[in-house]
Antibody, heavy 116, light 108 residues
């Protein structure tokens, strides 16, 4: 069974940093592009970042460009999101998801709360 | 950026009724359109891709149609487990990948 498991969420103060991880099981992450998607409390889904299998192509949403960095370690079957200069509006559940005709495999999400 | 607009925001129906959800794109996305179901506290689940292809394990009561800018998700006979929020998403022209604001299907 293909599974993605995110971790690294928690309570952080505005301006601080946090690194999220997404570990895959049942699928070889190196074969696939990956996305990060977030969902603020009571709100809809927002795509925030994409990375190609070899990391040669990376995209960000305007809302996180310059503050967040996506990366991957294919040897560890893992995906990461380094989040710097966090703001109140970054409070959300963060999901990693595999893009395949939409996004066909999702993790359960990890919650980041930015509050002083 | 392609803007996705879903309507209605909330659909109040009884079990056994037919649900019709709409999604409009601000410009053509061809059939590069996915639908997701999300229940409280859970991750989204892909139910339709390519505008009309059911994902693995999705019951036949779910169907998708449309192309270009107008799309519909139909649930032919609502079951108790279908009450949830549904999102559409285009993957034709990106970045950014964009989602609609969602339609909540609630029990009447």
């Amino acid at each position: 069974e293909m599974q993605l498991v995110e971790s690294g969420g928690g309570l952080v103060k505005p301006g601080e940093s946090r690194r999220l991880s997404c570990v895959a099981s049942g699928l070889t992450l190196s074969l696939y592009s990956m996305n990060w998607v977030r969902q603020a409390p009571g709100k809809g889904l927002e795509w925030i970042s994409y990375i190609s299998p070899s990391s040669s192509t990376i995209h960000y949403a305007d809302s996180v460009e310059g503050r967040f960095t996506i990366s991957r370690d294919n040897g560890k079957n893992s995906l990461y999101l380094q989040m710097n200069s966090l703001r109140d509006e970054d409070t959300a559940v963060y999901y990693c998801a595999r893009p395949y005709s939409g996004m066909d495999v999702w993790g359960q999400g990890t919650t980041v709360i930015v509050s002083s | 950026e392609i803007v996705m607009t879903q309507s209605p925001a909330t659909l109040s129906l009884s079990p056994g009724e037919r649900a019709t959800l709409s999604c409009r794109a601000s410009q053509s996305v061809g059939t590069n359109l996915a639908w997701y179901q999300q229940k409280p506290g859970q991750a989204p689940r892909l139910i339709i891709s390519g505008a009309s292809t059911r994902a693995t394990g999705i019951p036949a009561r779910f169907s998708g149609s449309g192309s270009e800018t107008v799309f519909t998700l139909t649930i032919s006979s609502l079951q108790s487990e279908d009450f949830a929020v549904y999102y559409c998403q285009q993957y034709y022209k990106w970045p950014p990948l964009t989602f609609g604001g969602g339609t909540k299907v609630e029990i009447k």
